[in-house]
């Protein structure tokens, strides 16, 4: 194979070689693979010969993040007084990932203070009586800065094909101006986006019986290479990437209906350091720093190592925010990652150190990343994800052919579900369970009960339009 062909489909099984590497210590794709398969069935085949009482595939969280009383009161379930100032109501807001609406509070406060001002200069008093605290300079700050990231995330997922395809409802045209910041209210069909975003011409991949198909569209102007993923018998993953003309990559992901409750979801994701147990080739994850607002604020750092003869490790540094968005058009939690602004000799970024590189990798420079989780299923045990992202990865084309890509896809994605699936059989005696039961324990505790309720809305709703 030359080192600039894309469209080739060697047999999987030789050996790749690299113009210019011929050393004898190279191993193919195929190897790394089999490699990080043949652990992930050992874990599999430890985890058979520990007794274990019978239980569904799909267990329920409910058991480790209890809604207790005790929980309730304390942490985000705290309920504040209704003297409490402004401050501490925003602060709770920002807790429970709710920017929007904490934003909401302040221009409301806002405006209610300008019309007792303007009352009381026209009763001629100095200062309204009514006057309360205002919120800090560093709250609104705050504020602001997640609603920036909130309303690009949702500008690239509004033209993302999985949208349309769960059916999220259009927004009015337009969209809200919170604190000056403009955030899509729902997907906006004419709205534009950062990047260029893949388009789908593949069928359902529901009915195709293969575990993995793909096809690519080249032009002049637009390099896309498509993977349809039959994840079971019942769900499918659909994958997009796109190699734009400024050398970054375009991804648009979807999985649809997934049989894992939202909460246990975010648990996986949400507990950095422990991604490697369900993602293979990860070096190192860990947790750079948390913010105070609230645990989804951090900076993360993820190393991974491709098995690509020619492609060293790649190092992504991404500053994350969480929010939900359950009672929007959207009807989801919305994860956002992106590529922390460093400055500054040395540089930071909010008052962090920027972390010293990982040796031998290469750092990706810019990078987007935009998911929305929405629970599904009659009772919510389902969930339903839509990922965009766009990185500088510095990986030349030529060491990505499509045939590669629509090979490597398919594989990775069945060994994370496969992962995934078995952590969540016997999630209460793994490290995610005792998370779950830990400190986070009330992030998690709160977000359950809010889905909870999003689902009982949504059948009180679906019971009205039937005439029950």
Request: with cysteine; aromatic share 4%.
């Amino acid at each position: 194979m030359g080192q600039s062909c894309t469209q080739c489909r060697p047999c999987t099984s030789q050996e790749i070689k690299i113009d210019g590497n011929d050393s004898p210590t190279s191993i193919t794709a195929e190897k790394r693979l089999a490699q990080a398969e043949a652990a992930a069935n050992d874990e599999e085949a430890s985890n058979e010969n520990r007794p274990q009482e019978p239980r569904s595939i799909h267990p329920s969280v409910a058991d480790l993040i209890p809604l207790d009383a005790e929980l309730q009161n304390t942490g985000l379930g705290h309920e504040l007084s209704e003297s409490a100032g402004l401050e501490s109501r925003v602060r709770k807001l920002l807790r429970e990932l709710r920017a929007r609406e904490a934003a909401q509070l302040i221009e409301e406060d806002t405006k209610r203070e300008t019309c007792e001002e303007a009352e009381a200069a026209k009763d001629g008093v100095g200062e309204s009586s009514a006057a309360q605290e205002a919120a800090s300079v560093e709250v609104v700050d705050a504020v602001k800065l997640q609603l920036r990231s909130l309303g690009e995330a949702l500008g690239r997922l509004a033209s993302h094909p999985g949208v349309a395809t769960v059916g999220v409802a259009e927004a009015e045209p337009g969209a809200e101006q919170l604190l000056g910041v403009s955030v899509p209210c729902g997907p906006l069909p004419k709205m534009p986006v950062p990047t260029p975003s893949s388009t789908r011409s593949m069928g359902s991949a529901a009915s195709n019986a293969s575990k993995g198909s793909g096809t690519s569209r080249n032009s002049k102007k637009r390099d896309i290479v498509e993977v349809n993923i039959q994840l079971d018998e019942l769900r499918r993953a659909e994958v997009a990437i796109e190699f734009n003309a400024d050398g970054s990559i375009s991804v648009d992901w979807s999985a649809f209906d997934l049989p894992v409750e939202l909460p246990a979801v975010l648990c996986l994701v949400h507990e950095i350091d422990l991604i490697g147990e369900l993602v293979p080739f990860i070096q190192d994850a860990r947790l750079v720093n948390e913010f105070p607002w609230n645990e989804a604020d951090r900076i993360i750092r993820i190393v991974s190592k491709p098995p690509i003869p020619g492609i060293s490790a790649v190092e992504i540094v991404g500053q994350r925010f969480a929010y939900d968005l359950l009672d929007t058009p959207w009807e989801g939690l919305c994860l956002v990652e992106s590529s922390p602004e460093w400055a500054g000799d040395p540089s930071t970024f909010r008052g962090v150190d920027r972390p010293a590189s990982y040796p031998g990798a290469k750092q990706v420079d810019v990078r987007k990343l935009a998911a929305l989780a929405r629970p599904s299923g009659k009772h919510g045990e389902l969930t339903t994800l839509i990922i965009s992202t766009n990185a500088t990865v510095k990986i030349p084309r030529a060491l990505l052919p499509n045939w590669l890509l629509q090979w490597l896809i398919p594989k990775v994605a069945h060994m994370v579900y496969k992962q995934a699936l078995e952590r969540l059989k016997n999630i209460e005696n793994t490290e995610h369970g005792r998370r779950l039961r830990g400190r986070s324990a009330p992030l998690y505790n709160h977000l359950r009960a809010r889905i909870q309720e999003f689902v009982a809305s949504k059948t009180d709703e679906a019971t009205a339009a039937a005439g029950g």
